[in-house]
């Protein structure tokens, strides 16, 4: 019923005026200055390609942009329920999957415009500390092979690790709506994100073939740029495939939850 | 004549095992306010959640302006406003902003409306400050801004005075029945304050371990009843019940200085000059009206939870 883009208006809103988004927003590109800075005094100028630092600050700080959308995905559907207004809220002519898919969307252009605001800060910063009057000379030494455009290589490195974004967000998002509690949810994903990925190298080492299916061992889709990929055998292709499957599970299991539950306080 | 715009058909909710509504029936005309009295636990905040969609029916049917609230949810909850328990706000949003939020879910209001509400529950002073720093009565008052704001036909309250101030009941009492009686729309009231409801509801529904006990008029015709309980106090207890007898009543001792009588109004004003005749004095003649809260203990046989 009616135009579906004043409820994403809201749900803006509800983003954009609180604090904490500019908080997180700022201590980001705050992160990119101070590395850049401290690069500039204790490295060398003439030497540094300005997409080194770029590539190495986007690779360390595309993390906060994970967990700062992980946060925002937790609270999403959680707080909602823990203040109450989730009564007020659905009492309105939108069906149910509606509103949770204006939730849903508006929480998604913030991860993106993180993720944008990560890629144009790192560039426009370390142009400015190294890419003025640099050397013609100096090269990007990241991209791995001869002649690799480095901001090519960026934007593919953002568009992958784009994906796993999404992916990860929708999990958080899944964990608001099932537990209604922004605490746990905020605590699980990040457990899952941070604990399982750093010893899912070693979990990669292990012969069994359900491990082909983990999650975890998909969501680091960067590991297919420079050609070596967690288990033997893996393809892009089937990464996709797997994290396809995942999605739609819990995009899946989020509605129907969503969409049966009982409101009461 | 009168236009029903909420059918409750046989409502049961279940939960486990335990029936928390049972076969509930109720009809809700436009243009009266209707109360939902029930002593806590008994199922009133149950039975808004499920007219408002929040709660799934286990059985039965509700329908709001003929559309069914579980099959056409959009088309039904369309004109309805309502709070449900507390008035529960974005903190960290302007009360205004707060508006707003609820006003771009329904296609047409203007900022011209939302000024206008703002303006009638008389919060423009405070509308543009954050939430957080509202007292209970003013997130009240903004609660149920937002409930009239698409001026719903079905105006739905769960214990709107609590948290207000004598004068902010008051006031919402008179625009409760404003509402009802020159805009015509129903207006469900739901509370355990009895007094509150007597002077608020045209009629009241009481509710009891999720069954539906009575319905009782409390304004109009059918609520005054022509003859009442009449208390007399008189200075010679005896006699005056011997005068009573005389006179053909039955009279009763209360205390010990006074006796009360069944009896209307001229019989009362007769008992009175026989009274007076027989050289007794009467110090004092006062009707004693039933409350709503008599009838509502009598009927549920004070509050038993569970």
Request: aromatic share 8%; charged share 20%; net charge neutral.
């Amino acid at each position: 019923m009616g135009n579906f883009m004043p409820l994403i208006q809201n749900e803006n809103m509800k983003i954009y005026r609180r604090p904490r988004t500019w908080v997180m927003t700022g201590i980001l590109v705050l992160l990119v200055l101070t590395i850049s800075i401290l690069w500039l005094i204790f490295g060398e100028r003439s030497s540094t390609s300005m997409w080194d630092v770029a590539f190495m600050e986007s690779s360390i700080l595309f993390l906060l942009v994970t967990i700062f959308t992980v946060v925002i995905a937790a609270g999403g559907v959680a707080e909602e329920f823990t203040s109450g207004t989730i009564k007020l809220l659905l009492i309105r002519p939108w069906s149910r999957s509606k509103i949770l898919l204006s939730k849903y969307l508006s929480i998604i252009i913030f991860a993106l415009m993180l993720a944008v605001v990560l890629f144009a800060s790192t560039l426009l910063i370390n142009w400015i500390c190294f890419g003025i009057n640099a050397n013609p000379e100096v090269k990007a030494t990241f991209v791995g092979l001869e002649g690799v455009n480095p901001f090519s290589y960026m934007l593919k490195y953002y568009g992958l690790t784009l994906i796993s974004l999404v992916v990860t967000v929708t999990l958080a998002f899944m964990l608001s709506t099932i537990f209604r509690s922004s605490g746990l949810a905020i605590g699980f994903a990040l457990f899952l994100l941070l604990g399982v990925n750093s010893f899912i190298g070693l979990i990669a080492l292990l012969g069994y073939k359900w491990v082909d299916y983990l999650l975890f061992v998909h969501l680091n889709l960067t590991q297919y740029l420079d050609g070596n990929p967690m288990r033997e055998g893996m393809t892009l292709g089937y990464s996709l495939g797997v994290l396809g499957v995942y999605y739609v599970l819990f995009i899946a299991l989020t509605w129907y939850v969503f969409n049966k539950r009982d409101v009461a306080s | 004549m009168e236009q029903t715009i909420v059918k409750l058909h046989n409502v049961t909710k279940k939960i486990g095992k335990r029936t928390i509504i049972d076969r509930l029936t109720l009809d809700l005309p436009l243009g009266e306010v209707f109360g939902f009295l029930g002593p806590n636990g008994s199922g009133k905040t149950t039975t808004i959640r499920m007219m408002v969609g929040l709660m799934s029916l286990t059985d039965g049917e509700i329908t709001i302006g003929g559309h069914s609230i579980t099959k056409e949810y959009e088309k039904a909850i369309r004109h309805v406003g309502a709070i449900v328990e507390n008035p529960e706000m974005y903190k960290y949003l302007s009360g205004y902003d707060n508006l707003i939020h609820y006003a771009r879910m329904i296609p047409g209001i203007t900022e011209h409306r939302v000024h206008e509400v703002v303006k009638l529950v008389g919060l423009e002073g405070r509308i543009r400050d954050k939430v957080k720093t509202y007292s209970l009565g003013m997130r009240q008052r903004l609660g149920v801004a937002q409930a009239i704001l698409h001026k719903p036909q079905l105006l739905i309250l769960d214990e709107p005075t609590n948290g207000l101030d004598p004068a902010g009941i008051r006031e919402l009492r008179d625009y409760l029945r404003m509402l009802s009686k020159d805009e015509g729309i129903a207006v469900f009231v739901s509370s355990h304050l009895l007094s509150e409801m007597e002077l608020m509801c045209d009629r009241v529904a009481i509710i009891q371990n999720g069954k539906l006990i009575d319905v009782r008029t409390i304004k109009g015709k059918d609520a005054v009843t022509d003859s009442s309980r009449v208390v007399i106090e008189v200075d010679q207890q005896k006699s005056a019940m011997e005068v009573l007898r005389a006179a053909g009543f039955v009279g009763e001792h209360v205390g010990t200085e006074a006796v009360a009588v069944e009896a209307d109004k001229e019989s009362t004003a007769a008992i009175n000059a026989s009274l007076v005749a027989a050289g007794i004095k009467v110090y004092g003649i006062r009707a004693q009206v039933k409350t709503l809260e008599d009838q509502f203990l009598e009927v549920t046989g004070g509050e038993r939870i569970g």
